[in-house]
């Protein structure tokens, strides 16, 4: 059986283990940090030509240019028509299913007169351009193409450019197909910070973009820190996490398997079960110790769960959802008889899934809403990736001759409170009679 942790919130020291387990690392590796900030300032100042020779060394593809490198739109079309039935029908169902909950989220334009015709509102308006970054190599996310581009669409971007690396020119044909499914409008199979860099800054062949959304690698992380300021980002992503409170009426083997789902991910996921149960609690350690044996990634899953998993037993299911607060997991189930009740306890989680057969693997491929979560307690203040992600709001101000005057000795006398004459001598012209 893997080494996963067994603890009681009525045990002494709790407090300090809880902290210590759900703690992430958040200094920065300074090697990755300078190797991303050279390639950077590489393509910043050569452009094209950088990119070309980061491609090649990194990569091993060779091109004469960067258009060489751009994927056309028919070979996006190829690989989705050359997908078998099943696949084809599923990523299609799947990008219909996101489509139809994103189309909700749309922020709208507004506005109102006040009583001196004066008239305040607020623009709602799509970002120009977005860049979507793509793992690639043994990596193959056509999900996370579909949940990044297509809230974009939705929101009314004009231009979606995706970059994807290929190794050695392997090509993931679902991940093209992904990229035709969405709407991407062009494609590079380019990769790393060179494709971070040319998104941000723009080459004489790659568009600068306005924000660069998607999930990558630490260099690519590292990166996207870095361009941040001159172009948005999404965010970053941390360990995957998943945290399920369950009152002992589930599987066990259901609530073992949602912990594999993202223990699976790499050595420093985390899951985490809660429950006040301590025979259920044994019923899913024996299910892991049986069910682990038959999996094909059961190393990592072996190294997630012992380095940052944990059974815990706690009094009720009031302290699980304080603790949960606590821990603002990325993924948060409820596995109980009345997950409702539970759901108006939650502050902090990035997606709540409710009962036991809403399991956090549909929600990664095809429920609807986002998987593009925060991670690292930052679910305290932040939420998951939407079309608002790909929005701006401009204020609308209209003044009307009267409002001009009411307002103007407002604005006198804050001006004139903080030294800005200039300020309040603006004002004062729209209080007097208009020189002709």
């Known amino acids: 059986m893997p080494e996963i942790r067994r603890l009681s919130t009525a045990q002494s020291g709790f407090d300090a283990e809880l902290a210590r387990l759900t703690a992430i690392e958040a200094a920065q590796d300074a090697r990755v940090e300078a190797v991303a900030a050279g390639i950077l300032a590489d393509v910043r100042a050569r452009g094209d030509a950088a990119v070309l020779e980061h491609t090649l060394r990194l990569d091993k593809v060779r091109a004469a240019s960067v258009a060489e490198l751009e994927i056309p739109a028919a070979a996006l079309a190829a690989a989705r028509d050359g997908l078998d039935a099943e696949r084809r029908s599923a990523l299609e169902a799947a990008a219909g299913r996101i489509r139809a909950y ?83 409008d062009r494609v590079f199979a380019i990769g790393g910070a060179q494709a971070i860099g040319a998104l941000a800054y723009g080459t004489a062949t790659v568009p600068a973009v306005d924000k660069i959304v998607g999930p990558g690698n630490a260099y690519v992380a590292a990166a996207k820190r870095q361009v941040f300021g001159t172009v948005g980002i999404d965010m970053i992503a941390g360990p995957s996490e998943i945290l399920v409170i369950s009152d002992g009426t589930a599987d066990p083997d259901w ?85 409702e009740r539970l759901l108006e306890k939650v502050r902090n989680a990035g997606a709540v899934f409710l009962g036991s057969y809403s399991s956090e693997a549909l929600g990664d491929y095809c429920a ?69």
Not at 294 to 305: E, F, G, N, Q
Not at 415 to 425: C, S, V
């Open 255 to 339: 609530i073992a398997m949602d912990l594999f789902s993202q223990a699976e991910h790499d050595e420093l996921a985390q899951a985490i079960l809660l429950a006040p149960d301590p025979a259920f609690i044994d019923a899913v350690a024996a299910s892991i110790d049986r069910q682990l044996a038959d999996m094909p990634r059961r190393d990592v899953i072996a190294a997630s769960l012992a380095n940052r998993g944990a059974l815990v037993l706690v009094r009720d299911l009031d302290e699980a959802c304080a603790l949960a607060n606590r821990i603002a997991p990325e993924h948060l189930e409820l596995a109980v008889r009345e997950p």
């Open 102 to 184: 994103h189309a909700h989220q749309p922020l709208r334009s507004w506005e109102y007169a006040e009583a001196d015709g004066t008239v305040l509102g607020q623009r709602v308006t799509a970002l120009d351009r977005v860049g979507l970054y793509v793992p690639g190599g043994r990596a193959a996310y056509p999900s996370s193409v579909l949940m990044n581009a297509i809230p974009a669409k939705v929101a009314g971007v004009a231009e979606l450019v995706m970059v994807v690396p290929t190794p050695a020119g392997e090509r993931n044909p679902l991940v093209l197909a992904a990229a035709a499914i969405a709407g991407v």
């Open 368 to 436: 609807g809403p986002n998987h593009v979560l925060p991670t690292s307690r930052t679910a305290r203040f932040s939420s998951p990736l939407g079309v608002y992600d790909f929005q701006k709001r401009s204020s609308v101000i209209k003044i009307s001759p009267e409002g001009a005057r009411s307002l103007g000795r407002l604005a006198v006398t804050l001006a004139e409170g903080e030294g800005l004459p200039a300020h309040a001598r603006s004002a004062r012209y729209r209080m007097e009679p208009r020189r002709r």
